[in-house]
């Protein structure tokens, strides 16, 4: 992706860190409208950011979910019972994505038990209902795997 490295280093002059939930909740935003209208990554990012500040970790997210997505779109399949991704309805798809994504990369830096609360906290703001118990099913089946491989 030609814009990453642009966006990287726009990301890492900022002085200002916004909170990782904070980051999480803007990379939901902006995967959900990259999912919806085909957004460039660059363009969601400062829409989402609505002229704040950019943050090196939301950044880090939207363009390593995009990057890593067939990786992570198959590890959830694989965790999903009589469910198939396109069914889902794209603030749990995109949520998903995140936290698996967060598991699988970035399981050194940010406990997986955070990443998993944090992720079932922003689906009961975001998603319906029923998002935070089936986000929290496929999320503690995504983390069992990986931590069996």
């Known amino acids: ?8 280093n ?3 002059g900022v002085k200002c860190i916004m909170k990782r939930r904070t980051a999480r909740e803007k990379a939901l935003q902006a995967l959900f ?9 660059s363009a969601a990012i400062e829409h989402v ?8 970790y939301l950044t880090s997210l939207v363009l390593g979910v995009i990057e ?9 399949s694989e965790n999903l019972e009589k469910w198939s991704m396109d069914r889902l309805a794209t603030v749990d798809r995109n949520l998903l994505r995140i936290a698996a994504y967060e598991m699988k990369f970035f399981r ?3 406990p997986e038990n955070v ?7 922003i689906a009961k703001i975001y998603g319906d209902d029923q998002s935070s118990k089936f986000i929290n ?3 503690s089946k995504v983390k069992n795997k990986l931590q069996n491989n």
């Not at 990443?115 to 906290?121: F, K, P, R, T, V």
């Open 49 to 56: 950011l609505e002229g704040e500040a950019g943050d090196e």
């Open 68 to 76: 890593q997505k067939a990786a992570i779109d198959n590890l959830i």
């Open 108 to 110: 050194t830096e940010v």
């Open 115 to 121: 990443i998993l609360d944090e992720a079932i906290e």
């Open 1 to 8: 992706m030609k814009n990453r490295q642009n966006l990287i």
């Open 137 to 139: 099913g496929v999320l």
């Open 33 to 41: 409208q990259i999912d919806i209208s085909n957004t460039e990554p």
């Open 10 to 12: 726009f990301s890492k």
